[in-house]
């Protein structure tokens, strides 16, 4: 049996897979059972890690730092192309108070740890490990490591050693403080829900139908593009139903005549203004215009040839090529106008309504192939996860920080990919990944890292516990959790009266913790919290990636 023990405690390929995929699958599992409704999930990869390695089945040093590191560009990379494309829009409107709140828990979780450090003296490296397991975050950690690594050339175990006798409390303490947080403001969900109905009337969605009789003289025999140059507002109208009865399809040089009917998609916010301008709205469903205009057909088209990533709706020339009619653009659950200059992207579905032949010349110019869109695009990811890590390894020098500063292999892929997933369709640079195929390469880089963390840290794991006051750490990361996110939460409450169910989602997101927004959503019974979470996730992980790599920086320098 000497072969099987070589194979567990020993060196090479079959060894290092072995240990790995041992520790991934465990983890995992165990990462599946919950305990009062609360579980870690894929962190327990960290601490079956570090129990193979307290009893001596551990990797090469080299193979474990590469397989670490590339694990983690494949987990910070795929969260970006994930988020990039609510990134910049997540500013807008209520989103830039709820970032700058969400801000403002990250910068109070520094300070804290800060604050803790000059108190007891502990070492600000093993601080920074505190910190990131106290907030539940991972990219975090591999930002430290990465810094301390590139100015000292050696690793510090005593980051990961505090990152994981942190995390397990900070998980808890995130949820704690939510449902302190309820019991403080005697907070009743039947109130929350009338708020959340009465916002929902208020909500101005992205586009929306109006029947509307065109009763204005001044819109008589005009062209429709002649109507949108004098109303100047964007705007689409889809069938008009003449006086006669007769029911077109609508393109721009479509003569408008009183008395006839339209269908008008427009924003909430510019709907009111444009029915004004043209006439007075009727009560015509969509329904009853669909039983109108037999000949006419409503199909939805999703875009799935990379040829056309970037195109302009005005580009295809549908209009007056087909005789169709594209009335809505769906990207990733929101429908956007169809105006002439919106760029296409892979993915998008778009609301088409024509004739029967003309809508199945469209399917096959547009593609309309699920299949198409579950091929991978990888000469995209890596293009992406190359120039990550080019910029990751540019130094920048800041006006008072005495070391230059990189972005390294967290911060530079994840920046990379929220620009691509942005930009990219700009470019014709197909960037589209399935939900599930992000899920898969998320999954797969954090399982790696975290697995190849515990491996490294192990062997002094139950010594700095147990001898060396680690214990105290546990105490330190719950302060660092719970101090940020009740001061915050009260002053949103107070201040700027933050709907429960929108704060929980906040909550979660400034601690970049899944497990906190299962609960939330679970108590919630709405998509609320996860709007929340959605909004500041992105900013929150650069910011948290950014502070670790400062205070390493700081105390490393």
Request: charged residues 15%; hydrophobic residues 50%.
């Amino acid at each position: 049996m000497e072969w099987l023990d070589s194979l567990i405690f020993g060196e090479g390929i079959a060894h290092s897979v072995l240990i790995l995929s041992a520790v991934i699958a465990l983890g995992v599992f165990l990462g599946k059972v919950k305990v009062a409704g609360i579980s870690l999930g894929v962190t327990w990869i960290l601490f079956i890690g570090i129990l193979f390695s307290h009893f001596g089945m551990r990797m090469d040093p080299h193979t474990l730092h590469f397989v670490r590191e590339f694990g983690l560009i494949l987990f910070v990379y795929s969260i970006g192309l994930q988020v990039g494309p609510g990134f910049f829009s997540s500013f807008k409107k209520g989103g830039i108070r709820l970032n700058m709140l969400a801000s403002a828990i990250v910068l109070l979780g520094v300070a804290t740890a800060y604050v803790i450090h000059l108190i007891t003296g502990i070492d600000i490296t093993t601080m920074v490990g505190i910190l990131s397991g106290a907030v539940t975050n991972t990219p975090g950690l591999g930002a430290a490591q990465q810094t301390f690594m590139d100015m000292t050339g050696g690793n510090d175990e005593t980051i990961t050693l505090g990152y994981a006798v942190a995390y397990p409390l900070g998980v808890v303490g995130i949820i704690l403080s939510i449902i302190f947080i309820r019991w403080i403001f005697r907070i009743r969900f039947d109130e929350e829900d009338k708020t959340v109905a009465e916002n929902d009337q208020r909500a101005a969605r992205e586009a929306e139908l109006a029947s509307v009789l065109i009763v204005n003289p001044m819109v008589d025999g005009q062209k429709v593009v002649d109507v949108k140059h004098t109303i100047n507002r964007p705007f689409v109208i889809s069938r008009v139903l003449r006086r006669n009865g007769k029911i077109e399809i609508v393109n721009a040089e479509t003569v408008l005549h009183e008395g006839d009917r339209i269908l008008l998609v427009a924003s909430t916010e510019h709907m009111q203004p444009i029915v004004n301008l043209v006439g007075r709205r009727i009560e015509m469903s969509h329904k009853d215009w669909e039983e109108l205009d037999s000949q006419f057909i409503s199909r939805r088209v999703i875009i799935t040839k990379p040829e056309l990533n970037g195109k302009r709706i005005g580009d295809l020339n549908l209009r007056k090529g087909f005789g169709v009619t594209v009335t809505r653009v769906n990207r990733a659950g929101v429908d956007l106008i169809a105006r002439h200059d919106l760029q296409l992207q892979m993915g998008d579905r778009l609301t088409v309504v024509g004739r029967e032949m003309a809508i199945k010349d469209i399917t096959r110019l547009l593609g309309n192939s699920m299949l198409r869109l579950r091929e991978p695009n990888l000469i995209p990811i890596f293009i992406g996860i190359c120039l990550g890590v080019l910029l990751g390894s540019i130094p920048f020098v800041l006006p008072g920080v005495p070391q230059p500063i990189k972005l390294g292999l967290a911060g530079g892929p994840l920046v990379v990919s929220i620009l691509i997933s942005r930009f990219g369709p700009h470019y014709k640079l197909v960037t589209y990944t399935t939900m599930s195929a992000n899920l898969m390469l998320r999954e797969i880089g954090i399982s790696l890292f975290l697995a190849c963390v515990g491996l490294g840290a192990g062997d002094g794991f139950m010594q700095t516990i147990v001898y060396e006051g680690g214990y105290r750490w546990i105490g330190y990361g719950f302060i660092i959790t719970v101090v940020p996110i009740l001061l915050v939460s009260i002053f949103a409450r107070k201040v700027y009266k933050t709907n429960y169910y929108m704060l929980m989602g906040l909550i979660a997101g400034s601690m970049t913790d899944p497990p906190a927004l299962a609960y939330s959503n679970g108590l919630a019974g709405n998509d609320m919290p996860s709007v929340g979470y959605a909004t500041v996730y992105p900013l929150t992980m650069f910011l948290r990636v950014l502070t670790a790599q400062l205070l390493i920086i700081f105390a490393v320098g």
